[in-house]
């Protein structure tokens, strides 16, 4: 078996995975014990989405988020090291320690940012997609959202116009099948987000969100797509989260054998079979990779612990707007 990427980009994808799967357990772990500020989100189940989707992407292409973001600033490439601080609210972070979790942004890597509200970020991207086919950069946009997203006027209004002015960026929603506690097919008539988008003349793909290698030639077949001028595409990539909503969601309404179906279908099982049976690593490299993993989010702690917490005389710095009186 052969597959279609060079090794060594595979497995630095697969690492990318890990990481992301460290990070997100690390991170509920420290939000569990109540030290790290906010709330958090996680998308333990979905690093196939993130890093499938992104590598289909050049660096310089632009990426928004949503909620549940921290997969896809790691899989653009940002630094577990600042992403951790961030979220303890440290100087050394992305935002300087003023994001938290749901508000993250790092322009310097074309991510445009994060966003708490439902939907909130559709018509930001639709917007950067307008700009950079106004500027003539090239440049394609992939805008992440959930299942959930798909119920709001916000996501409608922005891919009618992403289809009617022809933009170049890709929708990609990740299916996990619940909204909060409400499970897709009882939130809509037609559960289908790539049927419902095929409505404003939309090319559409639905995935296996669980699997890098389907999701990336999907993006990839978008991306191309926006990048010579065909307009946008959504993608529906069906995945799964093994987790909760947020980390107080003990996930009661989920029927008993759910997740241990899904958990057959790990995407981290599934990118370790797959470059494994391709010879493009072995057993002993795969526990390597797995360990860099680990030290790199440890490290990523380590770094976030010994930063210094922002002066407070700064707090009304970088606001839109104050009073100075």
Known sequence: MSLPYPPDELIAHYRTMLVIRRFEEMVSDLFGK?????TGHFCIGQEACAVGAIAALRPDDLVTSNHR????MLAKGGPATKLMAELMGKVTGFCGGRSGSQHLCAIDLGFLGSNGITAGMIPVATGAALSQKLLGTGRVVM????DGATGQGAFHEAINMGATWWLPIVYFCENNGYAMSMPVGEAFREPSVARRAAGVGL?????DGM???AVREAAKEAVDRARKGGGPTLIEAVT????GHSKSDGCEYRPDGEEEGWRLRDPLVLMSAALIEADVIDAAGD?????EAAEEIAAALDFARNSDEPDPATVADYLSARNES
């Open 143 to 146: 805008c992440f959202f959930g």
């Open 287 to 291: 526990e390597r990779v797995k360990a």
């Open 240 to 243: 799964y989260r093994f987790c």
């Open 69 to 72: 973001g921290h997969g896809h």
């Open 34 to 38: 109540g030290a790290m500020p906010g």
């Open 211 to 213: 699997d890098y290698f």
């Open 203 to 207: 090319p559409t793909a639905v995935v």
